[in-house]
């Protein structure tokens, strides 16, 4: 199976900081990467697929980026909206897997 | 509007059994792999269970494998997973979740609300 690990676990950051988080995969994989962000009581929201394509209706401000065992999901401008917890998923193979979230903290 | 609304989460004993429903609407249901995650109180989300369209093809994580079951019924447009030998560690919220499209390798894009399970003697 294949692990994410993402870092930082917890990122305190002010609104209109840039912040990026990585997540790292144990085996080398394709570009099957997705970020999601999770508030609390809300379901997940997808923000980017295919580890660099921004979801329909998902702010230009955030972006993916990454191949091969390193990826990142950057935050260019943080909105009070945008403190959250985000996820890496791979569905790279079976069974997909999930990073341990990022948790984004108001600074 | 496209909508998934899942079903069937309760409290139930160690040992016992429960079964997820997950409604689909607003979409052609048949030809998108679905997808079942939990989230324990306080902790991450966990990839559980994936079926592919036509429910021939399953997946399971290992902490689940032998005891769940995932099935769809395409002409009722829903989802299961079938919960057995339930443990403590199975408490969480579980959702279901729809493939972004129809390709093999997809993000999943639409979620539902989810159910919470409570294994508690």
């Known amino acids: 199976d294949i692990q994410m690990t993402q870092s930082p676990s917890t990122l305190s950051a002010s609104v209109g900081d840039r912040v990026t988080i990585t997540c790292r995969a144990s085996?080398?994989?394709?570009?099957?990467l997705a970020w999601y962000q999770k508030k609390p009581e809300k379901a997940p929201k997808l923000l980017i697929y295919?580890?660099?394509s921004l979801e329909s209706g998902v702010p230009s401000r955030f972006s993916g980026s990454g191949s091969g065992t390193e990826f990142t999901l950057t935050i260019s401008s943080l909105q009070p909206d945008d403190f959250a917890t985000y996820y890496c998923?791979?569905?790279?193979?079976?069974?997909?897997?999930f990073g341990q979230g990022t948790k984004l903290e108001i600074k | 509007e496209v909508q998934l609304l899942e079903s069937g989460g309760g409290l139930v004993q160690p040992g016992g059994s429960l079964r997820l429903s997950c409604a689909a609407s607003g979409f052609t249901f048949n030809i998108y792999a679905m997808t079942w995650v939990r989230q324990a109180p306080g902790r991450g989300l966990e990839w559980v269970s994936g079926i592919r369209e036509s429910g021939d093809v399953t997946y399971y994580a290992d902490s689940v494998k032998g005891r769940f079951s995932i099935s769809r019924d395409n002409s009722k447009n829903t989802l299961y997973l079938q919960m057995n030998s339930l443990r403590a560690g199975d408490t969480a919220i579980y959702y279901c979740?729809?493939?972004?499209?129809?390709?093999?390798?997809?993000?999943?894009?639409?979620w539902g609300q989810g159910t919470t399970v409570t294994v508690s003697s």
């Open positions: 295919k580890a660099s």
């Open positions: 998923q791979q569905y790279n193979s079976y069974p997909n897997t």
């Open positions: 085996q080398s994989m394709s570009s099957w």
């Open positions: 979740a729809k493939d972004r499209t129809s390709s093999w390798y997809e993000a999943m894009d639409v």
